[in-house]
């Protein structure tokens, strides 16, 4: 027996869209649940892909004599005839797959009608205007759709008719107007296809179903799909849905609408649509006409606006999910002719979610799984306006969310000056250095034509949610002419930009935002999610008002303090630069000590301000030579100052000779003297050795993390002093703190063994001071593959493992982040070779195995062995399910996707057996 292809809508399973698509679906579940749904079937995204895979142009063996006794069926319904001239049925052919997909395929209205039918529906109906505005809509639209016809010969057609008859208003058109517009039309029709228009009905629908089934193919549904990201598994093919044409248009107790249950864009309880009295949906849709809000509907037919209203509540009883439905009301009388879930913005969705839980229409889970995590983002950062029409000047990498304008400066400086004058400004920089920071903290956001999402500029700005473009590779930055090319535009310091951290543009001049909204109801919503989750969401956060902000937006403790952050503020940097340049250990020191009492203060007031929840800290990690400037820019340096040398020493000679002639009081006083410049030249000089020593080839692999504190066991001396101390001094305070000192780039138990020497004998050197033991954990990184396969003997020593993933990426793929960002990568996802970049999305077959075995063999040496990850991967959803499957305990990153992280991790709790 052949597999059934048509189902009615009074037979068809509701809950099977991947079979009878969403439309399909939702009009049999309508009209079993006894909604006033127009009687109709599906043809199956069975029978689509059948006839996809032909060879032929020929719809499956058996499917017409399936149509035709469905078609019976809804003849005996509604006591017409498909093709009766005297009582004719006249029907729409719409598309419909598993995934909404809207206004990516096609539509036919009217299918049924020719020279006969359209006389019976006009004696049937005692409209002539009406019979001859159905036919011609028909013919276009079937034209368009079915036969491939440009709609612009319909178009023109049309329009001579409107500027003979002297009217701008479809409705102003006559009976007689309409009627030679179809014939217009049809004269369209044979000279475009050298055929007459089709006049069996039979024959327009097995036209219309093929085109309805080759519209899944069309270029705006694969874009669609390629765009959303819309697999086979998620949606394949597209179901067609015949149904019972009832009519909008015929007369002012006509009408034809689209609503929302409740308002998509703000989630408010209330009827949300519009209308159009004497009109066909299609006119709605398409502004042909200006629809009216629904709410006037209550004035114009009141009986009508309380029927709508019932529906509405019928449909959220039902389907307990804010609807989207189209409706019709023909004569008085409401038909529900299509449902589906409304899209709406975050903010609604959000609001939506705790309103129905209270109502009763859903419980907690139901409103937590409702809600995509990362579309939160869209509630917590400033984003573009959408309503703005602009065209984007140049494209980079969206390397942290949200949108700023402001105007150009080109070196941190003058952003820090500028910012001081209370000026929004953009730092626009070919790449950025730790030294920039400043210019950070006075930027709305950074912009730069080179490096990656891992690029000093990107990690930064997104700890302190900033937007950031970074390797936007079209923009040529000059700093010396404070300018940047962008093709034939020049971008002077100065200049009105505005970046989109979330989608890498740039544009010119100021694009209106909208501000973030951390909502009432999304503090509720998050609260539901942590008492879901078993992952702890803590946040990477460098600072106290990071940690601040942090805890806003709900972080229960820091997974990963950067020290290295710390160095880089303007009065710090130079204490740092001194230690480096230092020779020999003593002199090491002197300057560590300098250091120590602000890294103290700095841990202090993390802890006060974090407390109870642990804090944890990353010793050093970076190459020291970051801290230095490039060798080029030194070299440049000393250029200057070689020229500079000479002419102070110009202007000396100058003043002696003048000092002879007695005309010494006519010379300007001297800024500086040659000694001093001579004493600038050699700290360069001694600086451009320093750096040259320092050079390695691949310094990501080089004497950086735990190699650099066995090296230099000085430096991680200090840090560690100033973590304990700071614990102590909060310990006095009577604050409950617990810090976590952990150890970056270890690959061998040796290494941990050395630095927990050092943490061993401070620690006992001040507890001794203290009184009593001092509360902290000592742990790992675990970001080098050698870690991984020797997690049992890290464990030993660790009573906590923190993976980093961008490193522990980049180590088991061999890939350099930035390079390969910027190079392959995209080439490798848009051919298949990998599916996701795997600096965004966890590579759980690579890397992903990797942790699960470390996880396996840290605990079985060590049971109660804490386990978290603190790389970028940290926020991100899919990855956030990944660490919850592997038993990770936290998940730690940037302040701002600390809501997108909560929600995630709920969401992997929830959906353990789904």
């Known amino acids: 027996m052949s597999k059934k292809m048509v189902f009615s809508f009074k037979e068809g399973d509701g809950r099977n869209k991947h079979l009878l698509g969403g439309k399909g679906a939702n009009l049999c579940e309508m009209t079993q649940i006894g909604l006033n749904v127009p009687p109709g079937f599906v043809i199956s995204t069975e029978a689509c892909l059948a006839y996809l895979d032909s060879d032929s142009d020929e719809l499956p063996a058996g499917l017409m004599d399936e149509v035709r006794e469905q078609m019976k069926a809804v003849e005996e319904a509604t006591g017409k005839g498909f093709g009766d001239p005297e009582n004719p049925l006249l029907v729409s052919v719409r598309s419909g797959s598993a995934m909404s997909m809207p206004g990516m395929m096609d539509t036919i209205l009217n299918l049924g009608l020719n020279d006969r039918t359209l006389q019976g529906e006009i004696r049937q109906t005692g409209d002539e205007r009406f019979g001859y505005d159905s036919y011609r809509r028909f013919i276009q639209l079937f034209g368009k759709v079915a036969l491939g016809i440009d709609d612009e010969l319909f178009d023109e057609e049309f329009n001579k008719v409107k500027e003979s008859a002297h009217v701008t208003e479809d409705v102003g058109l006559s009976a007689d107007d309409l009627k030679e517009i179809s014939q217009r039309f049809l004269k369209v029709v044979e000279q475009a296809t050298g055929k007459p228009f089709p006049e069996d009905p039979y024959e327009q629908l097995e036209i219309a179903v093929k085109a309805v089934f080759r519209s899944w193919m069309g270029k705006r549904a694969v874009d669609y799909r390629r765009e959303f990201n819309i697999t086979p598994d998620m949606a394949n093919g597209t179901a067609v849905n015949v149904c019972t044409m009832v009519f909008g248009n015929r007369g002012n107790d006509s009408a034809t ?377 030194l070299r440049d340096d000393l250029q200057y100052l070689y020229r500079l040398k000479e002419s102070v020493r110009g202007m000396e000679v100058l003043a002696g000779t003048m000092s002879l002639l007695g005309e010494a009081g006519s010379l300007p006083e001297q800024p500086v003297d040659s000694h001093q410049v001579e004493e600038a030249i050699i700290k360069k000089e001694t600086m451009l050795k320093k750096v040259r020593a320092l050079y390695e080839t691949n310094p990501m692999l080089g004497h950086r993390g735990v190699r650099l504190g066995i090296t230099f066991p000085e430096i991680y001396e200090m840090q560690i002093r100033a973590v304990l101390e700071a614990a102590m001094a909060c310990d006095r305070k009577g604050l409950e703190v617990h810090p976590k000192i952990k150890v970056p780039q270890v690959c061998t138990a040796q290494e941990l063994l050395f630095v927990k020497g050092i943490v061993d004998r401070v620690s006992a050197e001040l507890e001794a001071e203290l009184g009593h033991r001092l509360c902290f954990q000592f742990g790992t990184m675990i970001e080098v593959v050698r870690a991984c396969m020797r997690a049992d003997s890290l464990a030993e020593e660790a009573a906590f493992f923190s993976f980093g993933t961008n490193d522990l990426t980049q180590a088991t793929f061999s890939f350099s982040r930035e390079d390969a960002e910027n190079k392959f990568l995209p080439l490798y996802n848009e051919r298949g070779i990998l599916q996701n970049n795997p600096f965004d999305v966890l590579d759980e077959k690579g890397v992903g195995k990797l942790m699960q075995l470390a996880v396996r063999w840290g605990r079985e040496k060590r049971p109660d062995l804490l386990v978290g990850i603190c790389g970028e991967h940290g926020g991100h959803p899919a990855s956030i399910h990944f660490c919850h499957r592997i038993g990770l305990d936290y998940v730690s990153c940037s302040a701002p996707r600390i809501p997108v992280a909560r929600l995630a991790a709920a969401h992997a709790a929830l959906c353990e057996d789904c």
């Open 257 to 633: 609408g689209v609503a929302f249950t409740r308002n998509p864009a703000t989630g408010e309880n209330k009827l949300y649509g519009e209308y159009l009295v004497n009109a066909q949906g299609e006119d709605v849709v398409a502004g042909i006409r200006t629809p009216k809000p629904i709410d006037r509907l209550a004035d114009e037919m009141p009986r009508m606006a309380r029927e709508i209203e019932e529906l509405r509540q019928k449909l959220e009883a039902h389907y307990h999910e804010v609807q989207d439905f189209e409706f019709t009301i023909e004569r008085g009388t409401l038909y529900c002719l299509q449902t589906r879930n409304g899209k709406m913005n975050a903010t609604a969705m959000v609001r939506t979610s705790v309103e129905m839980e209270r109502e009763g229409l859903i419980d907690r889970r139901q409103a937590l799984l409702r809600i995509k995590p990362e579309d939160l983002e869209q509630m917590l950062y400033p984003r573009l306006d959408p309503n703005a029409r602009v065209t984007p000047l140049a494209q980079g990498l969206p390397a942290s969310p949200g949108a700023a304008s402001g105007h150009v400066v080109f070196d941190a400086d003058r952003a820090e000056a500028e910012g001081r004058k209370g000026r929004d400004v953009i730092l626009l920089r070919e790449e950025t250095k730790p030294e920039d920071i400043h210019g950070f903290f006075a930027s709305r956001g950074i912009l730069t034509s080179r490096g990656g999402k891992t690029s000093h500029a990107a990690v930064v700005a997104r700890g302190m949610g900033k937007p950031c473009v970074a390797g936007a590779e079209g923009i040529h930055v000059d700093v010396m002419l404070r300018e940047a090319l962008v093709g034939d535009t020049v971008i002077r310091e100065g200049d009105l930009i505005t970046i989109d951290g979330t989608s890498g543009k740039v544009y010119l001049g100021r694009v209106p935002t909208v501000e973030a909204d951390f909502s009432a109801e999304l503090n509720i919503l998050l609260g539901w999610a942590d008492e879901a989750a078993r992952l702890t969401v803590m946040a990477n956060a460098d600072t106290a008002v990071d940690a601040d902000r942090a805890l806003k937006y709900g972080a229960r403790g820091i997974g990963l303090c950067r020290t290295e952050r710390m160095f880089n503020a303007v009065e710090r940097l130079p204490v740092v630069i001194e230690m480096i340049m230092a020779e020999t250990a003593e002199h090491r020191r002197q300057a560590l000590d300098k250091l120590l009492p602000m890294q103290r203060q700095d841990f202090q007031e993390l802890f006060e301000v974090m407390a109870p929840h642990p804090v944890t800290i990353r010793l050093l990690d970076p190459p020291i030579h970051e801290f230095l400037p490039s060798e080029e820019q």
